[in-house]
């Protein structure tokens, strides 16, 4: 396992990735059937508040795994069954959506036990690539370290947060400690990175919206695609 040379004209998908990406919409999918039931109900304000909370959860687990992908360059079994690891994850995930949903719109409480379980086995899969990367490739081993110790730090909180009987103003303010956790890890793990810099996911992030919507889009060409817009 090595690290991507961070000045590499860009790159398309892999299939393995398009794969992973497609476990995503699912996510996205049920997120937004539940949404549309609530507002069917006139539940604005729950629907609002439990759409913002799945798709911030969606989106800091596909980050984690594209910045991954985008940074190491492998394509072993190993990487596979992890990745296929962090599929089933997801799909674990999405299960908890519906329920998580319904709690908001019933209030008082907030059921995240089945997407913190779907969490837990993403980022377990993570933890082992950091982990392989750290190992494997000795000059970033500071950087991946680092991925893994904020990593269970976070992933620690959410555990806590889903399975402790919070009170109900307990769990929503945990979940925005948590949740600016999430966003901050990249700045934590700098310190660590010295001059290491991962190569952009623009692509990734443009083909997974264009996959979202649920219609037949065109394959991108398997030739070198450039970013749309700069690093």
Known sequence: MTGRDPGEDGRVSSPLELLFDLTFVVAVGTASSQFAELLAEGHMGHAVTAFVMAMFAISVAWISFSWFASAFATDDWLYRVLTMLQMIGVVVFSLGLPAMFHSVDEGG???????VAGYVVMRIAMVFQWARAAREAPEYRDV??????????????????????????????????????????????????????LTP??????????????KQRERPSPGRISPPWPA
């Open 109 to 115: 409480h907030l059921e995240l036990r089945a997407m």
């Open 144 to 197: 991946c370290l680092a991925n893994i110790r904020w990593t269970v730090v976070a992933q620690v909180g959410w555990v806590v947060l889903a399975f402790v009987g919070l009170p109900v103003y307990a769990v929503f303010a945990a979940f925005a400690v948590l949740g600016a956790l999430e966003l901050a890890l990249p700045v934590f793990v700098a310190a660590g990175a010295g001059r290491r810099r």
């Open 201 to 214: 996911t623009s692509f990734r992030t443009c083909t997974s919206a264009l996959r979202c919507p649920g």
